[in-house]
């Protein structure tokens, strides 16, 4: 079998174990946690490679932006990130293929994002450093023979932490009988993260079309993905609680490329259904204080 390296596929990573998780039995995985193997440091990266012989990389590993307003810790973040990507780019011509995950913020998240399509990747410059990061990753990608982004929007992964996902947050939310509260409505695109595995999983075993692609399986409205939780899964009559009235920015993306290419997209209700059974299972450990702590009944409008 081939061998990938995955990135942050280590004990916090969220996106990098399930990809292990699912690729496991069609591949050689390595998937080094920090402290085996630290990406920022281009001579221990470079070791490593000479160490194990590697067909492809999913580099999923990242230093997540800060919420704060220290620059210093900032710009450490944007260097550290560089750092990671570029000391695995450096190999590329040991490997057959990269696959790293940008973000919709290559687009510019100052405005709405709606419905972009890979080739509007060229009509704005992100005004954030996050964004920056990966618009400047994906112009060296579509320039590459082998570096492919696989841009992310909204993931449903049954790993992701309920504190911060949304759907994660609702399904814990339903498991719990509790209503579906929500901060403000939007309208997003989500991608099962099984999804994206298996495009990998096609990608490496054919030649793609392009070095970018939008993952997505459709776009949706966060009140209507909670009223399916309601209708379909649980019967429960709860409400649709937003604190604030109107919505946020849209943050959503053509699929058109990808399905195009790869039309095996999981069902929007079969991927809700898959993180509301794992809620289910463990919702004698769900943290109320942390499902919720975002949430007050102020201001508060109902949706069914």
């Not at 230093?63 to 704060?68: E, I, L, Q, T, W």
């Not at 405005?111 to 112009?139: A, H």
Request: proline share 3%.
């Amino acid at each position: 079998m081939a061998t990938i390296l995955i990135t942050g596929a280590g004990p916090n990573g969220i996106t990098g174990t399930r990809l292990k998780e699912i690729l496991q039995d069609r591949y050689d995985i390595l998937s080094p946690s920090s402290k085996e193997l630290n990406l920022i440091e281009t001579k221990e990266v470079d070791r490593y490679f000479k160490a194990h012989d590697i067909d492809y990389i999913v580099h999923s590993a990242v230093v997540s932006p800060s919420r704060g307003h220290d620059s210093s810790k900032e710009e450490k973040e944007v260097e550290d990130n560089l750092r990671m990507f570029f000391n695995l780019a450096r190999h590329k011509s040991e490997v057959k293929k990269i696959f790293y995950f940008g973000s919709g913020a290559e687009f510019d998240k100052t405005f709405s994002i709606e419905n972009f399509k890979e080739d509007d990747y060229y009509t704005r410059l992100p005004q954030d450093k996050y964004g920056f990061i990966k618009y400047v990753l994906n112009n060296m990608a579509i320039k590459s023979d082998n570096i492919y982004n696989l841009r992310l929007f909204g993931t449903i992964n049954p790993n992701e932490p309920y504190s911060r996902n949304v759907i994660s947050n609702l399904c814990a939310k339903a498991a719990l009988g509790l209503p579906l509260n929500l901060r403000r409505d939007c309208i997003f695109s989500f991608v099962d993260i099984d999804d994206v595995a298996n495009f990998i999983d096609y990608g490496i075993n054919h030649e793609l079309k392009f070095h970018d692609y939008n993952m997505s399986v459709g776009i949706f409205r966060l009140s209507d993905i909670a009223g399916m939780i309601n209708r379909y899964f649980c019967n429960n009559g709860n409400t649709v609680q937003f604190q604030e009235e109107g919505q946020n920015k849209e943050y959503s993306a053509s699929n058109k490329r990808l399905i195009a290419e790869f039309n095996n997209l999981t069902p929007i209700l079969t991927s809700l259904k898959k993180v509301l059974d794992y809620m289910n299972g463990i919702k004698g450990n769900i943290d109320i204080a942390m499902i919720d702590s975002r949430w007050t009944k102020s201001k508060a409008t109902s949706v069914k």
